[in-house]
């Protein structure tokens, strides 16, 4: 009989590796002293001039108070995200790189390392079988209402009279300290509008080791056969993120919980469960791989180092047999994982090149290791070799 284990726990089943806290942030901090250089300074005075409200929005106000190093700046203006961008550009001088995307209403400058996108304030109405908007003129309160996540709608205000002032219409700073993924309105619009925040919904989660708010993770699971518009790409964008966190199991469960896994990933699925014959059990697949790689996870950073343990089992449950003198066997399930990477790497559009190839050969040999923790030595082993140097 076939059994699936259960681990409605939202971390990491085994108590392997220590959680990563991030530092706390202090609730009173000056917001202003964050914004005390030239950049923002001319931006605000650009915004004044041209008479239009400017803030900054999203990813870079939650890492100020996260402590999280942030380098792209997006700045929302009520009005022309283009214009301001223009003047914005011209106040820099020589240095300052302008793109605008009139399409999208929005505009780059680049200057030096620094990168602002402008976008003007919007409104935005979806169809249903596409993530592409329509999208009109708003007011700050409706671009903030259209944004992913509470921890991602928070904006600053750069304008003079109001420099450095927080908008935080959902309380998103109280879902920073309380570790919450929360949406700002209800979640089955906000995950159905655009199904790949179900994915960055599990990524934020997995990265920041934050939870995912009951209402908000009950949405994901509704509304998770809408993650079929998504494109392969952008999957396997926070795939990647996923498996880049301190412990990528956490994301994986997560997607397992809400039932996304089956439908992005089946091949990790059907490494779950335990089938017992006469008293002899094998290991449950899934919860093991993903101990492995979270166990990889606090040697390296290789991201194809991460994905060869994740896949390093992924030929058992074609090679599964039960043979009565032995027990449960899977032979030869490397040399069938050998041959799943490719067609795995071309289905999910992971890079087809030396990088699968890596993955492809770490699949191959990865049994033939005579240690205890035979896919973790290994993988070291591959790095003292400086097998990573070449990727
Ligand atoms: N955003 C959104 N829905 C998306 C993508 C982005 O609402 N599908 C909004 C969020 O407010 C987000 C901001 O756009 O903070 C910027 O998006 P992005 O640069 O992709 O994300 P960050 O939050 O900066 O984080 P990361 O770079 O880690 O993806």
Redesign the pocket.
Known sequence: MQAKIQFNCVISPYPAQKIVNLPLFKMNMELKEHFNNKIFKLISETADELGLECYV????V?DIFLKRP?K?I?VVVVGSGIEMAQAFGRKLGRGAHVSVFKNFGTAQVKYHDTEVEFVGARKESYSHDSRKPVVEDGTLEDDQN????TI??MAVCLNKARFGELVDPFNGLDDLKERTIRTPLDPDITFSD?P??MM?CVRFAT?LNFYIDDTTFEALSRNKERIHIISKERIADELN?ILLAPIPSKGFIELDRCGLLPLIFPELVALQGVETRNGRAHKDNFYHTLEVVDNISKHTDNLWLRWATLLHDIGKPRTKRWEPRIGWTFHNHNFIGEKMVPDLFRKMKLPMNEKMKYVQKLSLIHISEPTRQAEISYAVFCLKKKKRDSL
Request: charged share 50%.
């Open positions: 929005v999203g990813g870079y939650r942030s792209d997006d259209r944004r992913d996540f991602n709608a655009d790949l925040r960055r990265q993120k």
